[in-house]
């Protein structure tokens, strides 16, 4: 007489997996090439921009030596 073991035959689980099965690694998104923020420098006249806040740093300047 022969006699089947758990280690033979597994068992069903008591409880179903609730949990869903994990999900496959996913690719990791290439960084775009060439220089960060080149597209906002298009828009931008950074000579104009410097020349306005060496004129603001000296009028605070001129504020600053009269009090």
């Not at 949990?19 to 496959?24: E, K």
């Not at 998104?29 to 080149?38: I, K, L, V």
């Amino acid at each position: 007489m022969s006699v089947a073991t758990a280690t033979v035959i597994p068992r069903q689980p008591r409880f179903p997996a609730l949990l869903p099965s994990p999900t496959g690694p996913r690719p990791i998104p290439q960084r775009p090439q060439g220089t960060p923020y080149a597209h906002m420098n298009a828009h931008r006249d950074l000579n104009r921009e410097l020349d306005d806040l060496s004129e603001e740093e000296a009028d605070i300047l001129e504020i600053v030596r009269i009090l």
